[in-house]
């Protein structure tokens, strides 16, 4: 019954307007990246079941080691599973144009307002609102990630190598992709298999 759940949550489709729309949206989001995050949680995972929370967390996870900025290799990700080469082209460009629009914006209010009382006043104000909403998403976000399991093992695994020993970190993503691939997959099917059995 869980599998066909899941496999209702895949077959979701996101047209390329909605696609236009969740992305306009994220790129309005405060924060910076978690931020974005949130809203694309809430977007495709919450509300429209578009992909179950496993595949975005996946997405992500790719996301923060290709070599581009994350929240533009998720655009590019959901854009061209939702909508080919055309949605990955809108889902970039509604992201972009926010920020686009907000940078000139706020460029022109520096210049304008850098040397006035307002200016002094946007540390103590803005600042902190952003890192509030930041804390906000990381929490939404790994509150099903944080829980006992053999992910979680490994994840706190190559922070203590990283950090104490200074592994370099490549080579630690590539261990543990090599792990996850070979030996959790395994170990997972056979639990699949224990399951399929124990239903019979």
Do not use: W
């Not at 047209?15 to 949680?41: K, N, P, Y």
């Not at 144009?97 to 307002?113: D, R």
């Not at 902190?128 to 990381?138: K, S």
Request: glycine fraction near 10%; hydrophobic fraction near 50%; charged fraction near 20%.
């Amino acid at each position: 019954m869980k599998s066909d759940g899941a496999k209702r949550q895949r077959g979701a489709r996101v047209t390329r307007g909605e696609l236009f729309s969740i992305f306009l949206r994220a790129g309005l989001a405060f924060g910076g990246g978690l931020g974005i995050l949130a809203v694309l949680e809430e977007e495709l995972v919450d509300k429209r079941r578009a992909v179950t929370k496993e595949e975005f967390l996946t997405i992500y996870g790719i996301g923060r080691i290709v070599p581009s900025g994350t929240m533009t290799a998720l655009a590019v990700a959901y854009g061209y599973r939702f909508g080919g080469l055309f949605g990955t082209v809108i889902a970039l460009a509604a992201l972009s144009i926010p920020v686009f629009v907000l940078t000139v914006a706020l460029t022109i209010a520096y210049h304008y307002l850098r040397n006035t009382r307002l200016f002094d006043l946007l540390p103590v104000t803005i600042m902190p609102a952003a890192l509030a909403l930041i804390i906000v998403a990381a929490l939404k976000l790994g509150k099903d990630v944080f829980r006992p399991s053999r992910e979680l093992v490994i994840a706190c695994s190559a922070f203590a190598l990283a950090l104490f020993l200074r592994l370099n970190p490549a080579l630690i993503l590539l261990v543990g992709g090599a792990l996850g691939a070979f030996v959790l997959q395994k170990v997972e099917e056979e639990s699949d298999a224990r399951e399929k059995e124990s239903g019979k």
